[in-house]
């Protein structure tokens, strides 16, 4: 059984597929991060328990209606509303979905190499935790578009995008053992937390937490 909810004040309306087992929400189409919304459709094929003629139809009838994109019209143009109710239609549905929006995404990992390798900086009066936040979250992304550095190398970054002094960046080290190679980004991360806090007694201005 099929229903609808509402998802936040954004307008959009989040389809809720649901039968005696399993509770499993249909995802969310997003133009700004097709990858994303392509690997939750996989996943949710996988767990959904909805026999797979039924798919196509209601993964179309979550897509929203009047997207700048047009896209739920654009599908049911390419796949057509007879397919999408056959066993075929979901597969179908992914790949008509790949050929529009498959361009999109390759634009999209060009943003996500530039937010993390070129323009990710500690702002002026940013405090450190919401800047490792910022870090982390990027790091994670760039990880999802198999851009995802090694553990050392990606504590480094961390230390040298944060801003610190010379002085800063030795109290902080002294947090870090590089023989432990998979460890070195979370003790950077516990280091910065540890030191560059207002009130620590670190060897420049307090930093806000």
Same mark, same amino acid.
């Given at each position: 059984?099929?229903?609808?909810?509402?998802?936040?004040?954004?307008?959009?309306?989040?389809?809720?597929?649901?039968?005696?087992?399993? /509770?499993?929400?249909? @995802?969310?189409?997003?133009?700004?991060?097709?990858?994303?919304?392509?690997?939750?459709?996989?996943?949710? /094929?996988?767990?959904?328990?909805? @026999?797979? $003629?039924?798919?196509?139809?209601?993964?179309?009838?979550?897509?929203?209606?009047?997207?700048?994109?047009?896209?739920?019209?654009?599908?049911?143009?390419?796949?057509?509303?007879?397919?999408?109710?056959?066993?075929?239609?979901?597969?179908?549905?992914?790949?008509?979905?790949?050929?529009?929006?498959? @361009?999109?995404?390759?634009?999209?990992?060009?943003?996500?190499?530039?937010?993390?390798?070129?323009?990710?900086?500690?702002?002026?009066?940013?405090?450190?935790?919401?800047?490792? &936040?910022?870090?982390?979250?990027? $790091?994670?992304? $760039?990880?999802?578009?198999?851009?995802?550095?090694?553990?050392?190398?990606?504590?480094?970054?961390?230390?040298?995008? $944060?801003?610190?002094?010379?002085?800063?960046?030795?109290?902080?080290?002294?947090?870090?053992?590089?023989?432990?190679?998979?460890?070195?980004?979370?003790?950077?991360? /516990?280091?910065?937390?540890?030191?560059? /806090?207002?009130?620590? &007694?670190?060897?420049?201005?307090?930093?806000?937490?």
């Amino acid at each position: 059984m099929a229903n609808q909810a509402n998802q936040g004040g954004g307008g959009q309306q989040e389809l809720v597929v649901t039968d005696r087992s399993t /509770r499993v929400p249909v @995802p969310i189409f997003s133009a700004d991060n097709y990858k994303a919304y392509s690997e939750e459709v996989e996943m949710w /094929r996988e767990v959904c328990n909805i @026999p797979k $003629a039924k798919q196509g139809i209601i993964l179309w009838l979550a897509l929203p209606r009047g997207d700048a994109s047009d896209i739920k019209e654009l599908i049911l143009s390419k796949v057509g509303k007879d397919e999408l109710k056959t066993e075929q239609g979901v597969d179908r549905f992914v790949q008509a979905m790949e050929e529009a929006f498959k @361009p999109a995404d390759e634009i999209r990992d060009m943003e996500v190499y530039t937010d993390f390798y070129k323009k990710m900086e500690r702002k002026d009066g940013e405090k450190i935790t919401d800047f490792i &936040n910022k870090f982390d979250k990027c $790091a994670n992304l $760039a990880k999802r578009h198999d851009m995802e550095l090694p553990p050392k190398v990606k504590g480094l970054k961390l230390l040298e995008d $944060a801003g610190l002094t010379e002085q800063d960046v030795k109290l902080v080290l002294t947090e870090i053992d590089f023989t432990e190679g998979t460890e070195v980004y979370n003790k950077a991360k /516990r280091g910065l937390t540890k030191y560059m /806090r207002e009130g620590a &007694n670190q060897s420049t201005a307090s930093i806000k937490l």
